[in-house]
């Protein structure tokens, strides 16, 4: 069954610093990826994801993220975090008609 | 609706006693799915529901929990017999499609608290 890892629990970035946040992925094929943000008193929100093609994908507010297959990684990131970033992550792997696995989340903090 | 509904969006209950959460997800969406967010826990898997196909319920933690969508669309949460452990947010979700391909949307949730 597949399974994502998200090694950080919690993360601190100066504004202006630029971010990465870990996702592992374990799965037999190539799944579809996801990461979705959760801001405080929000719902979640697909931030991108990838299926096939283009290793990195871009997404909304900035984000970015590369698909290592060698690797089991799709790690997201951004050149430059602002304050209103600050949220809880999480990364996804989906497999056709299968269900939607969520990673236990990353929540970013920001300081001035 | 715009979006997908969730309600209650607060619901306090004591031990024991038995809560039906309800999901409205956005129309024409064919798969819905019900998650538990627990603090430090992430999103848990409960149940998904993907057309007239049979549900995946693998994620439901005990006998207890159940769900049901009627007519492919409103879907039904029930716990019975709540726990304290059962305390947690519930979410709801819903994608168009007929595979993981798509976007989940998803509701803001119904707070669970058990006394």
């Known amino acids: 069954a597949q399974s994502v890892t998200q090694p950080d629990i919690h993360i601190t970035v100066s504004e202006g610093a630029s971010l990465e946040l870990r996702c592992n992925y374990s799965y037999g094929a190539t799944p579809y990826l996801f990461w979705y943000v959760q801001s405080p008193g929000q719902g979640l929100q697909l931030l991108l994801k990838?299926?096939?093609?283009?290793?990195l994908v871009q997404g909304i507010k900035g984000f970015e993220a590369e698909f290592k297959r060698s690797q089991s990684s799709f790690n997201l990131r951004k050149p430059s975090v602002h304050w209103s970033d600050a949220a809880e992550y999480f990364c996804a792997v989906g497999t056709g008609f299968q269900k939607l696995v969520f990673g236990t989340g990353t929540r970013l903090l920001v300081s001035p | 609706g715009a979006g997908v509904s969730q309600s209650p969006s607060n619901k306090v209950t004591e031990k024991g006693k038995d809560v039906e959460l309800r999901c409205d997800p956005i129309?024409?969406?064919?798969?819905l799915y019900w998650y538990r967010q627990s603090l430090g826990q992430g999103l848990e898997f409960l149940i998904y529901f993907q057309g007239n196909s049979a549900p995946d319920k693998s994620g439901l933690p005990s006998d207890r929990f159940s769900a049901e969508r009627t007519g492919g669309s409103v879907s039904t949460l029930t716990i019975q017999r709540t726990q304290q452990e059962d305390s947690a947010v519930y979410l709801c979700a819903s994608s168009s499609g007929t595979s993981n391909t798509g976007e989940l949307f998803f509701g803001e949730g119904s707070r669970l608290t058990v006394l």
């Open positions: 990838y299926f096939s093609g283009d290793t």
């Open positions: 129309s024409g969406h064919t798969a």
